[in-house]
């Protein structure tokens, strides 16, 4: 007889620890409601109190519910039930996640398809907006969009990995499927102890970064608001004018956490242990350095050449500007001091393509990651030789050591897939009748979880005039972009549910 592929029970169970957390999460927002007390939105004129303790609450007694009636069945995890667990956790934690906007609603959430757009944006790390007026929104709802991206930043089902061990269940199918990038380096023999030591990192640079913003003249919470978004490579901003609010010394700060989590966390975690040349040695690391030094310098001679009397910038500003919109596309936070699509043609379309590279696997960033970049190009280059030299053995080397082909295999098939459904994406806005330039832009700020985009999605712009198919539409490209693809995909191929 045939058998359901599934252990059902066993991903009911880690479904409800992540409702369960995903409900304490909104409730720590509580208190910036009560300390702040700002009127609108709310019952009894107390906006975001009702709108995150009633979905708070309700998010914790259903995954509670969930993880007392199946605790006692525990089991591996196949293989499947991490594809099913990661796509249906992030999906879930999105729609929960957008209650609050819905229940707050007003011009900013008129209907669920802006708060389930914001919701996705937030946990997806992507940092496209619907709010028009940002300073005007309550300040629990505003920390709830930081905090959204910060559990996204590192993925909320590496947190609960953290404590599968107290369900009883292996977790390594599970960061297989969440960890960004072709591979997931591990710093321990056990799984939970790896995702431990990134969180640890994660809270780490949250906390540092934190203080140095209080010492740039930030209060506490812009400071920590900020420090979520920029640690996660997010990108929501406490201010309409987003970074371009503060002056020279918070974007500098900003500016070296941006790179920091655009780096593989591994590396991160070895350079605190002291071993920098591991660092250097890494090919990805070196491609992600130069390509940020090369790209900044280009663009730093253009934005202070191009029309000077216009922009009126001193080359420190050409080049504190350059520098940090440069990261912010390339680790896909999108932060924003200077409207890049206003520096000319040429800048333009370097900005796009950067919206395709995103930075190193193993980092919180988005986009198609510079390892396989090198990878195809390394592969690319091989098949020439190997034109010239048919009986010549020439593996395909990353940091010394031979790929596997499978990898190799699997590298091609993801930028292959990753470009089909971009085009796919194109064709579908162009279809709704928007121009060129916000067709591109549109699709690959989303599928890329960059934030800001081309034409009408603009750094200076956001995502509002979008009808509620086209918010629902951007929503799916950006939970696609977040999960690397396969993730989401093969969970919807007929063959993923037959049975044996």
């Known amino acids: 007889m045939p058998k359901n592929r599934f252990h059902l029970k066993v991903i009911l169970n880690v479904l409800g620890s992540m409702l369960f957390f995903n409900g304490l999460f909104m409730l720590a927002c509580l208190p910036i409601a009560l300390i702040y007390q700002e009127e609108g939105g709310g019952m009894m004129d107390m906006a975001g109190f009702w709108e995150f303790l009633i979905p708070g609450l309700g998010s914790i007694l259903f995954g509670l519910g969930s993880w007392l009636a199946t605790r006692k069945h525990s089991g591996n995890l196949s293989k499947r039930d991490g594809y099913l667990i990661v796509s249906l956790g992030w999906l879930l934690m999105s729609l929960v996640g957008a209650l609050p906007y819905y229940f707050f609603g007003g011009e900013e959430f008129p209907d669920f398809a802006c708060a389930l757009f914001e919701s996705v944006s937030g946990f997806t790390t992507t940092g496209a907006s619907v709010i028009n007026d940002i300073e005007a929104m309550p300040r629990s709802m505003l920390f709830w969009r930081s905090l959204t991206h910060w559990i996204g930043g590192m993925g909320i089902i590496v947190l609960t990995i953290a404590i599968l061990p107290l369900l009883g269940i292996g977790g390594m199918q599970l960061f297989v499927a969440e960890a960004p990038g072709p591979t997931a380096d591990k710093l321990h023999p056990r799984i939970t102890e790896t995702a431990k030591r990134l969180w640890v990192i994660y809270v780490m640079l949250t906390v540092v970064e934190t203080i140095l913003l209080l010492f740039c003249g930030l209060d506490l919470y812009h400071a920590v608001n900020h420090a979520f978004a920029t640690v996660s490579t997010g990108g929501f901003s406490t201010q309409n004018a987003s970074l371009a609010a503060y002056g020279p010394a918070v974007h500098y700060v900003v500016i070296v956490f941006m790179f920091l989590s655009g780096m593989n966390f591994s590396l991160t975690y070895w350079g605190l242990k002291g071993q920098l040349h591991r660092i250097w040695r890494n090919e990805e690391f070196r491609a992600y350095l130069f390509s940020v030094l090369i790209i900044t310098a280009v663009a730093t001679a253009l934005v202070f050449s191009y029309d000077p009397q216009k922009l009126n910038v001193s080359l420190e500003e050409a ?42 696997a193993g980092s919180t960033s988005g986009g198609v990651k510079i390892v396989r970049h090198i990878l195809i190009l390394k592969n690319g280059i091989l098949e020439f030789k190997r034109q010239l030299h048919p009986h010549a053995i020439l593996p395909l080397r990353y940091n010394k050591k031979a790929v596997e082909g499978k990898i190799a295999y699997n590298v091609l098939a993801f930028f292959l897939v990753y470009m089909a459904l971009y085009c796919f994406g194109c064709l579908i806005m162009a279809a709704w009748g928007f121009d060129f330039e916000t067709v591109l832009g549109s699709v690959a700020t989303s599928l ?29 490209l950006m939970l696609l972009g977040r999960l690397e693809l396969f993730t989401v995909l093969i969970v919807l191929t007929p063959f993923f549910w037959k049975k044996y």
């Open 448 to 476: 890329g979880n960059v934030g800001p985009g081309l034409g009408q999605v603009n750094p200076v712009s956001n995502f509002a005039f979008f009808n509620q198919g086209q918010k629902f539409f951007l929503s799916f």
């Open 319 to 360: 080049f504190r500007d350059a520098l940090f919109q440069v990261i912010a596309v390339i680790t896909t936070t999108g932060f924003v001091t200077e409207d890049f699509t206003a520096w000319g043609p040429f800048l333009k379309v370097v900005f796009f393509l950067m919206m395709f590279m995103g930075a190193s």
